[in-house]
């Protein structure tokens, strides 16, 4: 089992920066591909960013590439999502995913283990 919880989120300016913060807990992760997605009210869940915590690859979503970046400290089992030059639609609820075994990284549905969500708002 993996706990995941999420911190950082609150209310910024347009333009404005915020770092969330996601601290697992529970199984060793360093197998496991760590996701970023976001729900906006009325809206399905979409794919933000994702890596796996040995390393490699980065994904970002195309809304989010050279404004977003995903990193972690293996000292604090934590993965980070550094978000820069907020827009109004980057508000929604973010959520912090990890599953040991995933096909498609941007798909919601390949992840087994979910954070309870932080609320990002960003004011015009």
């Known amino acids: 089992q993996v706990r995941l919880v999420e911190s950082g989120g609150g209310l910024v300016q347009a333009g404005g920066s915020l770092r969330l913060s996601c601290a697992a807990s529970?199984?060793?992760?360093?197998?496991?591909?760590m996701g970023w997605f976001r729900q906006a009210p009325g809206k399905e869940r979409d794919f933000v960013a994702a890596?796996?915590?040995?390393?490699?690859?980065?994904y970002y979503a195309d809304s989010v590439k050279g404004r977003f970046t995903i990193s972690r400290d293996d000292a604090k089992n934590t993965v980070y999502l550094q978000m820069n030059s907020l827009k109004a639609e980057d508000t929604a609820v973010y959520y912090c995913?990890?599953?040991?075994?995933?096909?498609?990284?941007?798909?919601?549905?390949?992840?087994?283990?979910w954070g309870q969500g932080t609320q990002v708002t960003v004011s015009s």
């Open positions: 995913a990890a599953d040991d075994s995933i096909v498609g990284v941007r798909f919601p549905t390949g992840y087994g283990y």
């Open positions: 890596m796996r915590w040995s390393g490699g690859t980065k």
């Open positions: 529970g199984r060793t992760i360093s197998s496991y591909v």
